[in-house]
């Protein structure tokens, strides 16, 4: 076992910087534009493309629950952005990228529970035209789905879900947005 995590964490530390059960991982990009999705707002806030959560989420994936990953944010040119504007952006897309899954979330335990409605009425249909045995089984059987895609809705995949989230959040234990142009950075 000791062999596999010294394995494991040889193999991370091509990527990851790795001191103790710390993971810094420094994610680069050209511009922030590229970061930007133009095509969603009305100026207000700049929306963020799924790149970086990609990246962010593939980081996640590949390390160990042992770990806590420092992601470090690194974007060459800011082009008309200041590096706090960039943190602000990046930390409204977070909170929407939360706001989404918790609205997913809510949505699927809805769809789930009317499915385990409308399969358990009609179970209850199939009971009571039980004296008519092609019915009484089609019925029973599209009962049975009903209930059973319901409860996969409302329970499996919703929890399969939050465990994903859980497992980003408490893995992520800090997001710094960094210039190469400039010295300061941004915690977030």
């Known amino acids: 076992m000791k062999q ?30 590229e970061l930007i999705n133009p095509n969603f707002g009305d100026d207000k806030i700049e929306k963020l493309n799924d790149k970086l959560f ?19 944010i690194v974007i060459k040119d800011f082009g008309n952005y200041q590096i706090d504007e960039c943190d602000r952006i ?9 706001y989404r899954a918790i609205k997913d979330n809510i949505k699927k335990r809805t769809i789930g529970f009317s499915l ?10 199939s009971y009571l035209l ?11 059987i599209s009962g049975t789905l009903f209930v059973w895609e319901g409860v996969n809705m409302a329970f499996l995949e919703r929890n399969i879900e939050n465990k994903g989230l859980k497992n980003l959040a408490r893995t992520i234990k800090n997001i710094s947005v960094v210039g190469t142009n400039i010295n300061s950075n941004v915690n977030i």
């Open 116 to 125: 385990i409605a409308t399969g358990a009425i009609i179970l209850l249909l």
């Open 4 to 33: 596999k995590e010294n394995l494991s964490t040889k193999l991370l530390k091509n990527y990851f910087t790795i001191e103790g059960r710390n993971a810094k991982l420094k994610l680069v990009y050209d511009t922030f534009y």
């Open 130 to 140: 039980r004296d008519f045995d092609l019915w009484f089984d089609l019925i029973n």
């Open 90 to 98: 990046i930390r409204q897309n977070v909170y929407l990228v939360a």
């Open 54 to 72: 990609n990246d962010i989420q593939e980081a996640v994936s590949l390390l160990p629950k042992r770990f806590k990953l420092d992601l470090e």
